[in-house]
């Protein structure tokens, strides 16, 4: 993401290994920069923690982000580890309130860059509405990481209607997809292997939080079941679901939303678009009845717009996914073996 | 630490890129290995995050642990990584309860190695009594990382008689630290160094939270400030607690409890035993009139028997730290500059 904003003044043009010895230069990389530009009420506490009070029931998660290259179409790392926690959290059915930020970066990272980091992080939880209040910096040799690698892990409140658990998946669910497959992967990927488009292919990454929030006040608990299918794409989601489950998810190909442009550069690098990452969309399972209303305010949404209902789950088939070929045959989704696309996120 | 638990038997004597996709190979690393390890009732929820009732005051903390070798003397990356957020929330005067667990593993990790390591996390996480609710695993290509990374972070309960805030540090006020300064960061060197003492010098790697539970019962709000001096050393937490206050701080070496070997070490690799990280100990703030009963308390604790008070808090040199050396003499002790013992935790 490009910003106008100007950036701190310091003495290195790089990180170095002194900058993670928790000495002097960590200490000025913190005061004069990272907290300038992340400061808030509760990272301004500068203890080994946070504090803050909270009451109900929460969700705790994490992840750690390496994708490579590290700056990318559509955003950088710093946005997708927001994003990517945020996400996780609101697909279990919370309101992200929280995120710890931790770095491991490589000895040499130019300053320039990782402040456009920062700065995408700053924007990022400014838009998902989430504080980010602790952290940690390490530094490793060069040769020892890939520049930067950052984790998030994040706390939020679990929506009051929400009621999210894949026991609660009945036979007759409708299965929706929220948007595009494939996106992120092949802006990614498109760019590791130089490929080139009329129109530049960019991530999905966004924080779907909000969008998640409206689906909940309205449609509460028939919505039984929400993940994003980030690495692994959505046949590993619907293979977990399915394993977890013991029934079955019958998908037809015909309704999967994918872009033209994606879906050509699939076949150009031999990749299957149900295998490939995604940042920006999700998979919902919802009762039967609610399904046409859950789309309709969905495709209402703009992080919804290519929403559509993909498939239901049945007593066929259990344990496994099917998908309806547009030519009509139907085929076992496997798990994915091995890694088609390392790094993606 | 060693342990004689037999290992899960893999098709793969190495984590591979395949372990890290997001498909088959992740799910069964995870369904036949860490699940069983560190499964409980939450972790085993298998969602992107973990829920559960929470409600008080909370802190929240996270660290990367990058430490090389990343098995030592005294222990492994695992435990330090559970020990050293533990010990984090109790430095806030928390009681640690749930700690996430994320993985950066490089290509080619040994399998048994990474058992190793997640058997010491269970060993560390039912000691310091917190769960692992929630986790993550990437895998990066070799060259990329450095064998193993860890994040952990982790949310504990604000104990009911803390009141932990550098603000309310005063003139007078006693400095204790609770243990030998300087074990860890040494541990590790003369290992990276290939140095040899008569008895081997393992790290103090170890959970505090016990230990700080019982201080904070007794001694409530007269604790005014509690951190565990890792990388960095004493130096730097004093350092940046006189920056903070704005007050002095007087330390006096004769006082400062370190073991022979140490200091031996310390001169033959002409390291400042101040800045050296530390892992098993803490640096408390007490009111002067419970210092004694303090220190009394911390030296019948398995974790205090070399506590010490080592200085107090003053108006006189404000923002400064001073130290008297055993010859009488005085210097202040500056903040730590570049970093004299990369990734040391």
């Known amino acids: 993401m490009k910003t106008s904003c100007p950036l701190p003044k310091f003495d290195f043009d790089v990180i170095t290994l002194g900058h993670g010895g928790g000495g002097l230069l960590t200490h000025r990389l913190l005061q004069n920069g990272v907290f300038d530009i992340l400061g808030n009420d509760l990272l301004d506490q500068q203890h080994d923690g946070a504090s803050f009070p909270l009451s109900g029931n929460v969700a705790f998660s994490t992840d750690s982000y390496v994708i490579s290259p590290f700056i990318f179409p559509g955003g950088n790392i710093g946005e997708l580890a927001v994003n990517g926690t945020v996400n996780d959290l609101a697909m279990c059915g919370a309101i992200p309130k929280y995120l710890s930020l931790s770095f491991i970066i490589e000895e040499g990272l130019s300053m320039s860059d990782f ?19 602790t952290g ?72 779907l ?11 509460g608990n028939d919505i039984k079941f929400l993940r994003d299918p980030t690495r692994g794409g959505i046949a590993s989601v619907l293979n977990e679901v399915a394993e977890l489950t013991r029934l079955g998810f019958s998908i037809d190909q015909n309704n999967l939303p994918i872009m033209e442009q994606v879906e050509g550069a699939c076949e150009m690098l031999g990749l299957d678009p149900l295998y490939v990452a995604n940042e920006g969309i999700f998979i919902a399972i919802v009762n039967r009845n609610v399904a046409t209303d859950f789309l309709a305010q969905l495709n209402a949404d703009s992080n919804g717009t290519e929403a559509a209902i993909i498939g239901e789950v049945t007593l066929d088939h259990p344990g496994k996914v099917v998908m309806k070929s547009r030519i009509g045959g139907k085929r076992v989704v496997n798990f994915l073996t091995g890694d088609q696309l390392p790094r993606i996120c």
């Open 136 to 207: 940690d910096t390490k530094v490793v040799e060069q040769g020892k990481g890939d520049k930067l690698f950052i984790n998030t892990s994040g706390i939020g409140i679990i929506h009051p209607g929400a009621s999210i658990h894949h026991k609660r998946i009945k036979p007759g669910d409708q299965i929706i997809v929220s948007g595009c497959i494939a996106t992120h992967g092949i802006a990614i990927m498109s760019v590791r292997k130089g490929l080139e488009f009329e129109t530049t292919i960019v991530s999905d990454t966004v924080n």
């Open 115 to 133: 402040f456009q980091v920062l700065l995408s992080i700053k924007q990022a939880a400014h838009k998902a509405e989430v504080k980010i209040v």
């Open 209 to 219: 939080n909000h969008t998640i929030t409206g689906l909940l006040d309205r449609f």
